[in-house]
């Protein structure tokens, strides 16, 4: 029996997987997402790869309207989302951080002095950012139900541009809390609650239920929680 329990000892350990070591990596992750992720992740995350994982390649995508078929076939590896994005067949998402709006007006806005209404929403012109095209909101749908209707003034699928818009003219815009609080300085904005703090959204980062066992995406998504809170709690603590 001894001889036996040997053997089989010897046998596992030929086919025991080898211990997983994110630094012998090579490959390239393929993961959707906006300039706000690109922004306000991007430089400590690429911080954090370098340093663990110097042979992964990040190509951060645009998001299409095919892109949870891209996902299914794997062309693309992850895809930052909410909470409220429906999860197709066959997906699974990881919580990483949440979230408010916030609304952003240049400094020298008419109405900077003042607190701002759900009635001033029909008063001055909007940026939003729509990343699909549809201009569709948390927001439109409270102004709906207050008999409110604002104008767009612009749509673009960028926060940044957004921003930088809102900076130029008396528009203004509603963002993710994070976002405008790390770039408001930038652009000599104002960074407001808007009459909606009920509004909160979780973000989150979806993946095929086939590959989350890849030791590689299992590691990334834990490395994106991980930055995104880090980023979350500096920029509140430091500017909120």
Known sequence: MPRVAAALSA????????????SKVRRVLHVVGCDLHSILFGPDLMSRVRGEAPGIELSIENYTRNVFKRLEDGSVDLVFADAE???PPGAVSTVIGEDRYALVMRKKHPAAS??????????????????????????DARLAKAGVVRRIGM????????????????MVANTSHVFALRYARAHRLIVRDTPFPEIRFT???????????????????????EISEAVRHRLVRDRG
Do not use: E
């Open 155 to 170: 749509s673009t699928p960028h926060f940044m541009a957004a921003l930088a818009a809102v900076s130029a003219t008396d």
């Open 85 to 87: 994005t429906p999860l």
């Open 11 to 22: 046998v596992r350990a030929v086919y025991r997987p080898a211990p997983f070591d994110v």
């Open 203 to 225: 973000s989150t980062i979806i993946g095929s239920a086939l590959r989350m066992n890849d030791p590689v995406i299992r590691w990334f998504c834990a490395l994106v929680k």
């Open 114 to 139: 003042k607190k701002w209404t759900v009635a001033d929403y029909a008063k001055w012109d909007s940026v939003v950012v729509s990343i699909f095209g549809d201009g569709q909101s948390d927001v």
